[in-house]
């Protein structure tokens, strides 16, 4: 089997709002830091659930575009939360596409394959379940991933912690009646019927059964939803363009085999 990387030539046609060279990364890093960092409180303010939402709606954007408007087009394969950068107006930036591979194109009968068909990569508590026992990386694939992304944003916790899966958490206090107990307490006052949604959302992205999950150009709309839902005062206090799908470039490496 040949592992294909994304090339470093495609960087130039991720062109969105704001792409920013690879070199740049680490400035990148040390003046607004991760997701991650904003949610293991290594900030001074905690991030509200308008400010989650906006969050993931902008993260879901840059994928969709990876997905449907790069050309050509892109499965990312190691969607974490340590990879969605944040600037000083806490806008979402998709970086890292060390492990992306290109989508599958039409063969000469016009048809499109569902899937590559690749070496398991990425990272774990992440990873689709289906791609790891199969081997079959898909646009769904993504779509887990960043709904382990979504639970981060709502729970605070880790993927993986002290043996605990954040998925089956989730998912054993959602069936329970019990899931505002798993919710981030540095949350503050939110609407209920929002953080619904958002888990439900989230619970959708990593069924397990990759036909099962919605497809991210849904994940983008259930989340517009989500944020209209929003009260006025709390997405008027917040600045910066939701709209927007903005990627970083970090480190591409060539095409390789393997």
Not at 108 to 114: D, F, K, N
Not at 120 to 129: A, E, F, N, Q, R
Request: aromatic content about 8%; glycine content about 6%.
């Amino acid at each position: 089997m040949e592992e294909s990387y994304f090339p470093v030539h495609c960087v130039a046609k991720l062109t969105t709002k704001s792409v920013i060279a690879f070199f740049l990364c680490n400035v990148w890093l040390l003046l607004r830091g991760t997701l991650r960092d904003h949610l293991s409180g290594k900030t001074k303010e905690p991030l509200g659930l308008a400010m989650r939402v906006r969050i993931a709606l902008g993260s879901a954007k840059g994928i969709l575009y990876l997905h449907t408007e790069a050309d050509p087009p892109i499965f990312h394969r190691d969607i974490k939360a340590s990879i969605i950068l944040l600037d000083s107006r806490l806008n979402a930036k998709v970086a890292d596409f060390g492990l992306s591979r290109l989508a599958p194109v039409p063969d000469i009968e016009g048809t499109t394959p569902g899937h590559v068909s690749t070496v398991v990569m990425g990272t774990p508590g992440y990873l689709d379940p289906e791609y790891f026992l199969t081997q079959k990386l898909t646009d769904k694939s993504d779509v887990y991933s960043l709904g382990v992304v979504f639970l981060e944003l709502l729970t605070g916790m880790h993927p993986i912690s002290h043996g605990k899966n954040i998925v089956r958490e989730v998912n054993t206090a959602y069936r329970s009646g019990m899931i505002f107990s798993v919710v981030d307490d540095r949350l503050g006052a939110y609407p209920a019927e929002c953080v619904e949604r958002f888990v439900n959302l989230g619970l959708k992205c990593c069924q397990e059964e990759t036909e099962a999950r919605p497809s991210m150009a849904e994940v983008v709309r259930e989340l517009e939803t989500i944020w209209g839902m929003m009260p006025e005062f709390d997405t008027k206090t917040i600045s910066g363009d939701v709209s927007s799908s903005d990627l970083v470039s970090v480190v591409i490496p060539p095409i390789t085999p393997r």
